[in-house]
């Protein structure tokens, strides 16, 4: 124990005032009016990331160079990573704190790194349904569909996946060309939902070969049928031969069959379907023009894929808007007017104004109308509630049918990937409550990503491991002592000469070097990463270790409640708060 | 090996050859080219040194407080503002007997901003507990580098080495380089009084009550009692090797003068040609040097001046109220000595002025010509 020490006279006394044992004895802690304690906060990068990935834990796994311990963090929210890390658009990407100092981390990247690298290990997928569970039928086999059936199998559900194509994939397989997304990619992600006891049944289509009476087995209904009618532009001529529908095109030639077409071709419209209907054309050796309504800036194309196609060829003329299709001997003629832009209208975007009497022509020899897509209600029961060309869903997916959800393009007008993820997992979580007869609503509530819409799967599966506080990370409150700015990596893509000669991939993956380097940008936004910056900071040594492993724990016995670790962590991982009086 | 280099880089190379371990410091005209020096040999791996960044020089001595109490030999080096600054800091190296060595670049303290030679910095933390050694030359600067981490680590203080803005810190002369092996047979490595062991936590600098603060602060008064005698060991030795020596004080010029001119820094050079003209001209006048200003060497000026009538201080600061500082300390030093020659305190070449041979010569003049001076402060070179 602590010995105060008394001394006679000065000769005895040491040059300085030293305390020569422990000083445990003074409880600092006493003196303390504010507390710090580690609590994560949501990153940007996982707010808004639809599908709901854990982008920061995923990155920090990558960085400690386990590979294996990223990939079950990705399949923890994500059944198709390697479909994500190449197609989706990566909104975590645009609202990266990185962006702030210099550029945002490669997120997507990265997870496509993730997902091929463990492609290369030939990792086994253990069978995780249990026959005698609650039987669930998924119509549909695209991303949402594909979600729902892995959530559930995880959950241990019998499922049945219905799909009226003879090969699984949906809008993934149909919509996006191989270019963007390899066939075996989405196959192997595909095969290792299926060794999980999920059933894939092609070829069977709702209203043909399938009737809602033999859906009546199933205890639960996900619909994830999807938009796939091409929509009309309303005028003459647009019925023509020669005249065909995008989304029709890209289902033919994704599916390797033939489609004659003329040497020149115009697309019209200006979304991601024109674009992969442009550069598809490019690589059956033809040339696309692309006639859009508006200017570049109000494109609803990911930006990416607009420069990859001009770098390609494709040629876009911009505020131009077709009115007639003429055609004679084969040859399309087609009467346009210029436009110009208006005010913004409801989607934010600039409204073309169509300017009297600049009628022009353009001459192609096939036309492709590329104008978006709406959905199939024909087979639907009446009374099923639909606005705006969707059918509409609680957040939770249910239709107000007992039983019944729906999610993808179906119910959403943001028509992406990533959103279709989202909501196949939304149904799965609101088809376990509707089994368990738990209100979905509160548990969803419960594991939003921030403020939603997006849930994490995982945090339903283990409440009480990583726990998040929804408050999303800005950039001002991270300590940029502790970064230096340093260069995105980029994945080297092929020259556009090369690209356009076939369908090969244009993009390919980081190699591993450079996707750790990647992955040691991130700043890991309100999740500790354990740096040890407190530790070496704190005056009172009063940050736990135990047997040389950090805890993340604060000592409060000598804790001053200075605030220097709150300060100092790099990524607002400590929160400091007042102590009650 | 001898080479022509600055003031500053006479001191980075006494830095070099101290084994520093740790260098902390913040850029401040005119001691910049002393980090830049010193930072730029770390970064290409030339000393293995660490260089702490900081962002003050208040967090420069606070680093170097940290890194002395752990036993690590480091240094730093400022100047004016800067050294103003570390002001607290100053207190608690000497509080907490650390051998820290520091280089002050003197310049004036704004406003008017100057960066300009002037002692008025240094001067200021006179009281901080630090001893206080005022270089003439870039060869001394480097010396006394080396001497003073002996002097500092055997007494347990820290020594601040003080040489002139511009005067020395950017003006080349030759100065001869010691080998490394010839300063390690003369400075032996750094050895805490209490070191640093993590099995056995010590905390240090505590808390303490009036029953013993007393006594700590008795203690600091008596090591600046030893520093006269350590500092005539670490010479007798520093000349052994090197075969240089330069005293707390030096008394030049004639034997038995009845003037004597006291000044500090390269003042001293010009002083030095003015007695030797004015001896040649048959005028009975000598110089003393005064190196070290704490402590105060009352004892050797006492010895040096015996016989003199009359003493000539030039200052080149201003302790406004009472007037130059040195003539001050002086005043006080021979206070209770049976000899009371009348002092002449002379102020001069504030903010970088030249002190020119010519205003020298006629301070002399002066004293030689007044029994007494017709005023307390007498301004050299003032613009009347």
């Excluded at chain 1, 209907?277 to 690589?283: D, I, K, P």
């Excluded at chain 1, 975007?349 to 590329?370: G, H």
């Excluded at chain 2, 970064?43 to 293995?48: D, P, T, V, Y």
């Excluded at chain 2, 520093?238 to 390269?266: M, P």
Aim: include cysteine; hydrophobic fraction near 40%; aromatic fraction near 8%.
């Amino acid at each position: 124990m602590t010995k105060r020490m008394t001394f006679k006279s000065v000769s005895e006394m040491p040059e300085i005032p030293i305390s020569m044992g422990f000083m445990d004895w003074n409880k600092t802690g006493t003196w303390r009016a504010q507390r710090p304690y580690y609590v994560d906060k949501t990153p940007p990068c996982s707010a808004s990331c639809p599908v709901g990935n854990d982008i920061v834990s995923f990155i920090q796994k990558i960085a400690e160079e386990d590979l294996e311990g990223a990939w079950r963090v990705l399949r923890e929210e994500n059944p198709l990573p390697g479909v994500c890390g190449r197609v989706c658009f990566h909104p975590c990407e645009s609202r990266c704190n990185r962006s702030f100092l210099d550029e945002p981390v490669a997120i997507h990247a990265l997870e496509r790194f993730v997902a091929d690298d463990m492609e290369l290990r030939k990792e086994k997928v253990k069978r995780e349904i249990e026959k005698a569970k609650e039987k669930v039928a998924i119509i549909g086999s695209g991303p949402a569909g594909l979600s729902c059936a892995y959530h559930l199998a995880r959950f241990h559900y019998p499922v049945t996946v219905f799909e009226s194509f003879s090969l699984p994939g949906g809008m993934l397989r149909m919509g996006i060309p191989p270019y963007r997304l390899p066939r075996e990619v989405l196959e192997r992600e595909i095969s290792l939902i299926e060794s999980m006891g999920v059933e894939i049944r092609t070829g069977v289509t709702l209203g043909q070969n399938l009737d809602w009476e033999e859906l009546k087995s199933f205890s639960a209904i996900f619909m994830a049928t999807g938009a796939h009618l091409s929509r009309a532009l309303g005028i003459p001529g647009e019925k023509r031969r020669g005249v065909f529908q995008g989304l029709e095109f890209l289902k033919k030639i994704n599916s390797g069959k033939k489609v004659t077409l003329g040497e020149r071709i115009g697309i019209i419209g200006g979304g991601n379907t024109a674009i992969d209907v442009a550069r598809s054309v490019l690589r059956l050796g033809k040339k696309a023009i692309i006639l859009y309504r508006r200017s570049k800036e109000e494109m609803p194309a990911f930006e990416e894929e607009i420069s990859e196609a001009l770098e390609e060829g494709v040629k876009i003329r911009y505020l131009v808007s077709p009115i007639q299709i003429h055609s004679r001997n084969g040859l399309k003629r087609v009467e346009c007017l210029r436009m110009k832009l208006g005010e913004k209208d409801e989607t934010g975007r600039r409204k073309p104004i169509p300017i009297p009497n600049s009628n022009f022509f353009i001459e192609v020899d096939s036309l492709i109308i590329a104008a978006g897509e709406e959905i199939e209600f024909s087979f639907f029961p009446k009374g099923w509630e639909r606005r705006e060309g969707i059918l509409l869903t609680q957040r939770d997916g249910s239709i107000g049918v007992k039983g019944l959800f729906a999610g993808g393009d179906l119910t959403s007008l943001q028509r992406t990937v990533a959103h279709a993820i989202g909501s196949g997992k939304r149904a799965a979580l609101a088809i376990d409550c509707y089994f368990k007869g738990r209100d979905s609503e509160e548990t969803l509530r419960q594991i939003l990503i921030g403020e939603g819409p997006s849930i994490s799967i995982f945090r339903y599966l283990h409440p009480d491991e990583r726990p998040m506080d929804s408050h999303i990370v800005r950039f001002e409150e991270l300590n940029m002592d502790y970064f230096e700015q340093a260069r995105r990596q980029k994945e080297s893509k092929l020259p556009p000469k090369v690209r356009i000669k076939d369908f090969r991939e244009v993009t390919s993956t980081l190699p591993s070097s450079l996707a750790i380097e990647e992955a040691g940008r991130c700043f890991s936004c309100g999740t500790c990463n354990g740096c040890e910056t407190c530790y070496v900071f704190c005056p009172d040594a009063s940050i736990l270790k135990r047997e040389g492993v950090f805890l993340r724990e604060v000592d409060y016995e000598f804790c001053k409640g200075c605030g220097i670790c709150f300060t100092e962590c790099p990524r607002g991982a400590i929160t400091l708060k007042e102590e009650a009086k | 090996m001898k080479k022509v280099i600055t003031g500053n880089q006479a001191v980075a190379y006494g830095v070099i050859l101290s084994r520093v371990e740790v260098v902390s410091a913040y850029p401040i005209t005119p001691q910049t080219t002393i980090v830049e020096e010193l930072s730029e040999l770390i970064a290409n791996g030339r000393l293995n040194t660490r260089f702490l960044k900081v962002e003050s020089e208040h967090s420069a001595m606070a680093a170097l407080i940290g890194a002395s109490t752990v036993g690590v030999r480091c240094f730093t080096a400022t100047s004016s503002h800067g050294l103003a600054y570390m002001h607290e800091m100053l207190h608690w190296a000497s509080g907490a007997r650390l051998p820290i060595v520091m280089v002050n670049v003197n310049r004036a303290i704004g406003p008017p901003w100057n960066i300009w030679s002037d002692q008025s910095d240094s001067l200021s933390q006179r009281d901080t507990g630090w001893i206080q050694l005022y270089c003439e030359n870039n060869q001394e600067v480097l010396d006394t580098i080396l001497q003073a981490y002996r002097i500092a680590e055997i007494v347990r203080l820290p020594v601040m080495v003080v040489l002139d803005a511009f005067v020395l810190s950017h003006t080349s002369e030759p100065v001869d380089i010691p080998s490394m092996e010839e300063v390690d047979r003369f400075l032996p490595p750094f050895c805490p009084s209490y070191p640093f062991e993590p099995e056995e936590p010590k905390a240090y600098s505590v808390i303490t009550t009036p029953e013993y603060f007393f006594e700590f602060r008795y203690k600091i008064q008596k090591a600046m009692e030893e520093v006269s005698e350590v500092s005539r060991k670490v010479e007798d030795e520093f000349y052994v090797h090197f075969k240089r020596r330069y005293g707390a004080i030096e008394r030049y010029g004639g034997e038995k003068a009845d003037l004597l001119l006291l000044t500090s820094g390269t003042v001293t050079s010009t002083s030095r040609l003015v007695v030797k003209k004015l001896i040649e001209q048959g005028i009975n006048v000598a110089g003393v040097k005064i190196k070290r200003f704490r402590p105060f060497p009352a004892k050797e000026i006492s010895e040096a001046i015996k016989g003199a009538e009359k003493l000539a201080v030039i200052d080149r600061n201003l302790s406004p109220g009472v007037g130059g500082i040195f003539a001050q300390e002086l005043r006080a030093a021979l206070y209770p000595g049976e000899e009371k020659p009348v002092i002449f305190g002379f102020i001069s070449g504030l903010g970088g002025r030249d002190i020119t041979p010519e205003l020298i010569e006629e301070a002399i003049h002066y004293a030689l010509s007044h029994s007494q001076p017709e005023e307390e402060i007498l301004w050299l070179g003032l613009k009347k």
